[in-house]
């Protein structure tokens, strides 16, 4: 018995192979063979060729892997010394060395860039925006040489302009041109530029609440002859938000109490979009489909198809639905809630990719701003400060105090802000107002 088991045994060692019995690869032009892994790569002249992999390194490869899908991998590391900031990764150099050897894409080393400056921003103090009243609104053009600030306060709400022009040292200059609105009793609840198709020369969409015996409306504004184009009441209503519907170029898109709307200007109809008698406190549409989404007091964020009168969807937020934003592909958005609540939805699978901690409210529907290349997402919180997030990874970057030099701010007197990449036509950076000074920030 012993002896059959030893021929088995020398059996299968025959069947073996040696070191000296393997064969050696065939040369081929171009290519390098990793004995290794046991393939071929193409050679690159201008790129190192990467590190033969060993069994060590695709352990950590596969444990990468398999944890991809739980959180998506963050660029940055916690400060130990700073638990609620984050540490900047490096340098610009750096990144660009990254992308040199094909590291990092090219718009992934560009929102890299911008989300690194954001973490040690430069702060210019501007001037004044208004003499009395807290800055409820800060909102910048396309070409982003017009900057418009709100302000309310006892005596009414009112509207300023400026002028954005080149400065030198990376800073830019704002300069305050006039008082384009006035209205003492309404106070203004949003404010969205018209697009160049609409009309060529600078026009402003604005909300007005309402109350005291006024009905709410919106209102299309002149900026260079600061008078008024249209108005269009809701009666017996206020209104929160309103936007221009992107699909037609013909009609806008009213939030107001109750229900919204999408209001023709050219037939002067009304539809009515229904959000089971909820306050619409946002309202956003699409471009590339007639849909219209509606963020509302009931913790509703409601997906409305103009060509059918029923909702296609509806996603429950876990409070009150302040501000929505909707992302270039139109396939997410990022909505806030009352509660503090910041989060990215998938509207294919209409749930929720991302997350954004930290940020604090409990009572004001806070705006959303973004960039053009999606890379930062800023949000003024409760506590008077304003918070930096990645958008693609729900970092928190940075977290700005309040301006030191207004010394009127409360706990009620949310700061305003809004960022942009080519502020005067160069800059980079984003603005933030309270109530007596405009603060611009350089990334």
């Known amino acids: 018995m012993s002896k059959s088991r030893g021929s088995r045994a020398r059996c299968h060692g025959d069947k073996r192979p040696s070191s000296s019995s393997r064969r050696t690869a065939p040369s081929l032009p171009g290519f390098y063979f990793d004995p290794v892994t046991n393939r071929f790569y193409k050679e690159d002249k201008n790129a ?26 963050c660029p940055f590391r916690q400060d130990p010394a700073k638990p609620g900031l984050i540490q900047r990764p490096g340098s610009i150099p750096s990144l660009l060395h990254q992308r040199e050897r094909g590291q990092i894409k ?23 925006t208004c003499h009395r009243g807290t800055v409820s609104h800060l909102l910048v053009n396309a070409s982003q040489d017009i900057l418009l600030a709100s302000a309310k306060s006892g005596h009414g709400a009112a509207l300023w302009k400026y002028t954005v022009s080149k400065c030198d040292k ?29 009309r060529p020369t600078s026009a402003a969409l604005i909300s007005l609440l309402g109350g005291a015996g006024q009905h709410g409306r919106v209102s299309l504004l002149d900026l260079e002859q600061g008078a008024f184009i249209s108005t269009y009441y809701v009666p017996k209503s206020n209104v929160w938000s309103c936007c221009w519907n992107a699909q037609d170029h013909h009609s806008l898109c009213i939030g107001a109490s109750k229900e919204g709307y999408v209001q023709d200007i050219v037939t002067n109809t009304r539809q009515v979009l229904y959000t089971n008698k909820s306050d619409v406190l946002s309202i956003r549409s699409a471009e590339s489909v007639p849909l219209v989404y509606t963020g509302s007091r009931n913790r509703m964020l409601i997906c409305h198809d103009l060509r059918s009168k029923s909702a296609a969807y509806q996603i429950e937020h876990q409070s009150s639905v302040g501000d929505i934003k909707l992302m270039k592909s139109e396939q997410t958005l990022i909505s806030s809630a009352f509660n503090g609540q910041v989060v990215q939805w998938d509207l294919r699978m209409q749930r929720h990719v991302v997350a954004y901690p930290g940020h604090v409210n409990d ?18 919180g409760k506590d008077l400060q304003t918070r930096i997030w990645a958008v693609d ?30 502020w005067g036509g160069f800059y980079p950076g984003f603005a933030i107002a309270a109530t007596g000074l405009l603060h611009w920030y350089s990334l």
């Open 106 to 128: 090219s718009y992934v080393f560009q929102r890299r860039v911008l989300q690194v400056s954001a973490y040690g921003s430069k702060k210019q103090v501007v001037g004044s």
């Open 48 to 73: 190192p060729p990467p590190p033969p992999t060993t069994s060590k390194t695709r352990k950590t490869s596969s444990d990468s892997t398999g944890s991809r899908g739980s959180k998506r991998k």
């Open 363 to 380: 009572y004001a529907p806070v705006k959303l701003k973004m960039d053009e290349s999606e890379s930062l997402l800023l949000i003024p």
């Open 393 to 422: 990874t729900g970092t928190l970057i940075n977290t700005l105090p309040p301006p030191a030099e207004d010394s009127l701010i409360s706990h009620h007197n949310i700061p305003a802000c809004e960022v942009g990449l080519s």
């Open 170 to 198: 990376f800073y830019v200059h704002i300069k305050r041109d006039e008082n384009v609105l006035f209205s003492p009793v309404s106070e203004i609840t949003d404010i969205s530029f018209l697009p160049e198709v609409v």
